[in-house]
T-cell receptor
Framework: QKEVEQNSGPLSVPEGAIASLNCTYS??????FFWYRQYSGKSPELIMF????GDKEDGRFTAQLNKASQYVSLLIRDSQPSDSATYLC????????????FGKGTHLIIQP | GAVVSQHPSRVICKSGTSVKIECRSL??????MFWYRQFPKQSLMLMAT?????????EQGVEKDKFLINHASLTLSTLTVTSAHPEDSSFYIC?????????????FGPGTRLTVL
C-alpha cells in the first residue's frame, strides 16, 4: 500500500525565517512529487512539483528530492504570515493516468 | 494557469436523496479527471479516476454503484452520490489533468461541501 508520511505539526516559525517541511513515501517506484498548500475549508493549490533528484527553486520556495532516501522536502524562505496553512505532500506512482497519494499534511503557523 | 470549477460549492440534503456534483475544466481539455474526498483533519483520499468516454476506475473500498461518475466530455465530469447518508458528509474535490504522464499536473477545483442530514 502506498503511504505518504508527514509530521502533522503544528510547526511554528517566526516571520522572516525559513520553514522546512518534510515528507517520506513508501513506494520506491514513485515518479513525481507535488507540494500543495491548503487553507482551511479550501481546496489544495499547487505550489510546485519535482521529479528529479536534487533541488528545484521557485521564488521563495525550494523543493528537495532524494529518491534513495525516499524523502522530499519543501523550504519556504522569508516566511510570511500568509504562508500559514496546511501543506500537503502528494506522490504520483501510477504507470498511466492515476491519482495522487496525499500525506495528511503539516500545519504551518508563521508567527508575526 | 489552468482553472477548474465545481458546482455546487455547498449542498445540504436529506438522507436518502441523491446529489450531483459537476467538475469543469474551464480553459483546457482534461484527458483525466479525479475525484477525491476529504474528511475533517484528514488528507485527501482518491475515490476514482475518470477518463473521457470510458468507465471510471474506482479505488478499493469505494462503491461504484453509490458514487456514479460520468465523464461525458473533455471538460466535464460529474459525481452523483446516490442515496446519501450522514456518513457521506464530506468535502468532495475534483481535479483535472490534461495528460497522462508522471509530470502532468493535476489542477484542483474549489471543492463541494456536502452535508447529509
Amino acid at each position: 500500500q502506498k503511504e505518504v508520511e508527514q509530521n502533522s505539526g503544528p510547526l511554528s516559525v517566526p516571520e522572516g525565517a525559513i520553514a522546512s517541511l518534510n515528507c517520506t513515501y513508501s513506494d520506491r517506484g514513485s515518479q513525481s512529487f507535488f507540494w500543495y498548500r491548503q487553507y482551511s475549508g479550501k481546496s489544495p493549490e499547487l505550489i510546485m512539483f519535482i521529479y528529479s533528484n536534487g533541488d528545484k527553486e521557485d521564488g521563495r520556495f525550494t523543493a528537495q528530492l532524494n529518491k534513495a532516501s525516499q524523502y522530499v522536502s519543501l523550504l519556504i524562505r522569508d516566511s510570511q504570515p500568509s504562508d500559514s496553512a496546511t501543506y500537503l505532500c502528494a506522490v504520483y506512482s501510477g504507470g498511466g493516468a492515476d491519482g495522487l497519494t496525499f500525506g495528511k499534511g503539516t500545519h504551518l503557523i508563521i508567527q508575526p | 494557469g489552468a482553472v477548474v470549477s465545481q458546482h455546487p460549492s455547498r449542498v445540504i440534503c436529506k438522507s436518502g436523496t441523491s446529489v450531483k456534483i459537476e467538475c469543469r475544466s474551464l480553459d483546457f481539455q482534461a484527458t483525466t479527471m479525479f475525484w477525491y474526498r476529504q474528511f475533517p483533519k484528514q488528507s485527501l483520499m482518491l475515490m476514482a479516476t475518470s477518463n473521457e468516454g470510458s468507465k471510471a476506475t474506482y479505488e478499493q473500498g469505494v462503491e461504484k454503484d453509490k458514487f456514479l461518475i460520468n465523464h461525458a466530455s473533455l471538460t466535464l465530469s460529474t459525481l452523483t452520490v446516490t442515496s446519501a447518508h450522514p456518513e457521506d458528509s464530506s468535502f468532495y474535490i475534483c481535479s483535472a489533468s490534461s495528460g497522462t504522464g508522471a509530470t502532468d499536473t493535476q489542477y484542483f477545483g474549489p471543492g463541494t461541501r456536502l452535508t447529509v442530514l
